[in-house]
């Protein structure tokens, strides 16, 4: 009830009758007063400022609506495109935030992630490669991500391998069975990476690679049974 008293005390002082929109608008004038005393050297900080402070509010709520989570994934990726490291360093949460299936309008926040995701320089999340390719094990975050996975995958093929085959080699659903088969084209290793590979396979485990030597060595007995020696 008091939620509801202060939601109707805020439109009245904004005057608008759509929450969102009235929050938006002053954040967004407040914002652009400081992005024009700092002659737009700040804008970056300004966008993270106002995607750390609607997170707050997102998470303040019991109920967690749509309204704070767009203006998170808004702010933040346009603090990201203009090269705010904070936003870089805090973009698992747009991922927590997409995967959050309990949002009274999830089409808004996956809308407004696509239109803010093709202004997105694929670099500036390489360093997050792990938790992307985990976000397509889940239907929700798969479509969503899946088109920066693939740019990765063809700019960093190199980086973009072994998360790709550590999370991705058995997959345990239909989504990351399609999200599998598209990236395997982009992702193929010469003979020289999968001979590497291997190797290190047998660096991290040791004791697998001595079971399986062991489980051959009948079979190899009885092929070179002049040569064996017991």
């Known amino acids: 009830m008091k939620q509801e008293e202060d939601r109707l005390k805020l439109r009245h002082l904004l005057g608008v009758l759509d929450l969102q929109p009235g929050l938006e608008v002053q954040m967004m004038s407040v914002l652009q007063e400081q992005s024009n005393m700092g002659g737009g050297q700040n804008t970056g900080e300004n966008h993270q400022a106002v995607a750390n402070f609607a997170f707050k509010q997102w998470r303040k709520r019991d109920e967690k609506s749509s309204e704070m989570s767009v203006m998170v994934v808004r702010h933040q990726m346009k603090a990201i495109?203009?090269?705010?490291?904070?936003?870089?360093?805090?973009?698992?949460?747009i991922i927590s935030l997409l995967a959050h299936t309990s949002s009274q309008n999830n089409s808004l926040l996956s809308e407004e992630f696509k239109a803010q995701r093709v202004k997105l320089a694929a670099w500036m999340v390489l360093r997050w490669i792990n938790q992307l390719v985990a976000a397509?094990?889940?239907e929700t975050t798969a479509q969503l991500v899946l088109p920066l996975v693939e740019s990765l995958a063809s700019a960093y093929p190199q980086a973009t391998r072994h998360p790709f085959l550590a999370s991705l080699s058995t997959p345990a659903n239909p989504t990351a069975r399609a999200a599998k088969l598209k990236l395997a084209p982009l992702l193929k290793a010469s003979?020289?990476?999968?001979?590497?590979?291997?190797?290190?396979?047998?660096?991290?485990?040791?004791?697998?690679?001595?079971?399986?030597?062991?489980?051959?060595?009948?079979?190899?007995?009885?092929e070179h049974p002049d040569t064996w020696r017991d």
């Open 81 to 93: 495109q203009m090269g705010n490291l904070s936003g870089r360093q805090l973009f698992p949460r």
């Open 136 to 138: 397509l094990h889940n």
């Open 191 to 222: 003979p020289l990476e999968e001979s590497f590979e291997q190797g290190l396979a047998l660096l991290s485990s040791p004791y697998i690679a001595a079971k399986d030597l062991l489980s051959k060595l009948p079979g190899i007995k009885k």
